[in-house]
């Protein structure tokens, strides 16, 4: 038995000209949380369709817990459980409903259906909603209503497309114990795609980094921490035309500027405060209107900059823009 | 076996929410054929006291004995004119259907030259006709025999003497019966078009198509699922329809075996436009080219399979879309069930086969656009 419970071997999917995911390859252990990051249109998406056996890739294949999901995918998704980006709860039937349905199509046989869908209800932590619809439910609700779906039939791996995308934080950190719980007691492998850097950060063993259907980084949280440096990010705000010249005030000071479309900004390396102390005497002394100054923790953002390169950010924007919508085209 | 078991859970998940929204799930199965045939079945049925004007220019013992003969059924209503003149403007203005001149020396003349003049309004055909028919019933019993012809510069209206009885399915038959056979099968095809594809591509954009095809089922349950459902909804829309129409005044010639046999033929019509339903729906990506496709399939069909007029009826160039028009096959089956008064058993082997033919070339259809799923999420 293979201890890897996926196996990515040189993926590549392409939708007529764009290529969304382009000579993909990595690992995933057994007992792992992977999180797999990137903007929209990074091609999280499609990587997950494919391991989910609803797309077929243009070349390249994937196992999942060491079954080929081309050769075999009936046998490969009954060891899978999903939970979607669109939370797809049916509102007109109830919890209990919602999660018969899917436990019969799962083929947990029907001596063990009611015993499983008490176990989930109760690890959703919605045992008094029960018999209540699921259209009646919050967004929250809903999403643990859907994990609990994704986990009746004991899968092996769990898949979650961008879990937490939209929900507050409360629900967040609820889904976030509850991915975690699932995987200490039950030695659930997940698999989740995020764009929140946070996030991944709190609950992966590992992340991968991808864009433009690319993986562009892969390692622990410190370990890519440590790639793009633990620095905050400075960020001053000004008019289109005075964007140079802040920049040029940027390097008087020693920080090395990255120009967006209305700001600058730059990792502030160590001593951070002292850095913006220097740079407001810098601004103030070189008498450039700016409109904004602040500081803050990298973001998946500041990420990227420093992994693809300064001035990507610019032109990124638009390319996803275009990438998005040829994905679109792709697909229709 | 996994196919049935999948198939019956995604059939089963369809009634639950059918069950949930009971009044409106059901209200729909009853408005679309009620409506149908109050309006279709009111619009083609026979009328019945349709005024007439009687010019008597004879007097005689003949004339009066042969109105009394046009009064004595209900299908007229005699209005007496004292000119013809009179007559013809209660024509012109539609008040009268017909007018029937009874010209002087109408009792006295040999049977070889009796005349009698008939006007006829052609804008008023299902009166026109029941006005003619009961002329040429009288005209029989007193013997005369009566031609047809026409005036060559009169009025665009008018027509002379005349026999145009010729219902296409004899005397005894009624049109109402003729169209809810019709509007049977109509129904269950409409039906059919308007559950089964319309829930698959909600299902779609709602993301519950994706949230199918990442459990280990076979593809073609989804399908057979919502097929199961969409021959469900029809069916009961047309089993509706036919109690309607039977409340209202249709027959069953065949009585209860007739009974049995419509419904088993309602049941493959929902079969097969349900397959249809799910064919275009798998191939569509929107709701709304949906709504418009499948109207533009299932209206023409309906017409085509001789819904409202016999298929006979129909221009040459449009016979080979009836040849292999299953409706076709359909309606003439429930019309010999309802109208004829029989179905003999190859018939409805006939029939049966048709329709299972076509379900299994639309089945096929919709696997084949189904097989690939990336379009399908």
Known sequence: ?????????????????????????????????????GPNGAGKTTTINILLGLLQPTSGKVIV???DMQKNPVLAKGKVGIVTQETVVEPELTAEQNLMIFGRLYQIPSSELKEDIDFALDLADLKEFRNKLAGTFSGGMKRRLETAKALMHAPELLLLDEPTT????????????????????????????TQYLEEADQLCNRIGIVDHGKLIALGTPTELRQKIGMSNVIEVSADKDNLQKVAAVFKKVDLEPQVLTNKVIAPTGSNAVGKVEALIKAITAAKVPISNISMHEPTIDDVF?????????????????????ALWRGRR | MGLVKDTYTLFLREMLIFKKNYMSSILRSIMFPLIFILLLGSFGSTPKNVPIAVVNYDNGARALAFINLLQSGNGV??????????AMTLLAQGTVAAVVVIPSGFSQAQETASSLY????????????????????AADELGLTTSTSSVAGGLSKQGIISVITNYAYGASSNYLSFVIGGLLVMVASFGAVFSAGFTMLSDRDLGNMKAFLTTPINKFSILLGKIAYGTFQSAFSAYVGLAIGLLYGATIAAGLVGLIELIWIILLVGLGFSSMA??????LKQ???????????????????????????????LLPIVAVNPETYAVNAVRDIMIKGSLPVATLLTTSIILGVFTIAMMSLALYFFSDTSKQI
């Open chain 1, 65 to 67: 817990e060491g079954i």
């Open chain 2, 287 to 317: 709701i709304q080219t949906y709504g418009l496709v499948a109207q533009t399939v299932v209206m023409p069909l309906a017409f085509l399979g001789g819904a409202f007029v016999p298929a006979t009826l129909l221009p040459s160039f």
């Open chain 2, 278 to 283: 799910i064919a275009i729906a798998a191939k």
């Open chain 1, 1 to 37: 038995m293979s201890e890897n419970a996926i196996e990515i071997h040189d993926l590549v999917k392409k939708f007529g000209t764009l290529t969304a995911v382009n000579h993909v390859s990595f690992n995933i252990k057994k007992g792992e949380i992977f999180g797999l990051l």
């Open chain 2, 77 to 86: 209503q005699v209005v007496s004119s004292t000119t013809q003149q009179q």
């Open chain 1, 305 to 325: 900059l420093k992994l693809t390169g300064s001035g990507a950010r610019d032109t990124t924007g638009e390319y996803q823009g275009s990438a998005r919508t």
């Open chain 1, 166 to 193: 939209g929900l507050d934080i409360q629900n967040r950190t609820r889904i976030w114990s509850l991915l975690r719980d699932i995987n200490k007691k039950h030695n659930v492998t997940i698999l989740l795609t």
């Open chain 2, 118 to 137: 008939v006007y006829l309004d052609n804008s008023q055909p299902q009166s026109a006709e029941v006005a003619s028919a009961t002329v040429d019933s």
